[in-house]
């Protein structure tokens, strides 16, 4: 594992999972075109593509985890907050073999990149709970 694929993967997935939120095209059209349209180089491919079905199809479960800490409602959500916490939310739950700091610490470059100015700020908050919920959630019961 690269840390530089990997971080090439969570940008082109986030973007895909942009372009999913305003076409509702399926994830496999959105995958395609991202492979054959931008310059994705040496992203980690196969992270990639996790990111994008695995978020997408549990778009459900991840906004579930994640939409309790937000200060309004889901639908009120800049769109590009919206997929840097949905990918992020869905490796949280997914991919344990990455450290959380990674996952928030890449969201945050990605907010920083993409999203309004303190939206990193907002981003990390939110995160910050998620990561907090979980671990509470898998602390062993007295």
């Given amino acids: 594992m690269n840390p530089s694929q990997r971080h090439k993967a969570r940008h082109f997935a986030m973007q895909a999972i942009y372009q999913w939120q305003i076409t509702r095209e399926l994830p496999s059209v959105i995958e395609s075109q991202f492979l054959e349209d ?15 079905l695995g978020t997408i199809t549990h778009i459900d479960e991840v906004d579930n985890v994640y ?25 949280l739950l997914e991919k344990k073999d990455v450290p959380y700091r990674v996952v928030i610490n890449e969201a945050i470059m990605l907010a920083k990149e993409f999203a309004a100015q303190d939206s990193h700020k907002f981003v990390n908050g939110v995160l910050d709970k998620v990561v907090k919920k979980m ?6 019961k007295a």
């Fill in 38 to 52: 931008q310059p994705i180089g040496n992203a980690d491919r196969e992270y990639l593509h996790d990111l994008i």
């Fill in 67 to 91: 939409s309790p800490f937000l200060s309004r409602d889901l639908s009120d959500l800049d769109m590009v907050d919206k997929a840097i916490l949905r990918m992020a939310t869905y490796e």
């Fill in 135 to 140: 671990t509470k959630d898998e602390e062993p």
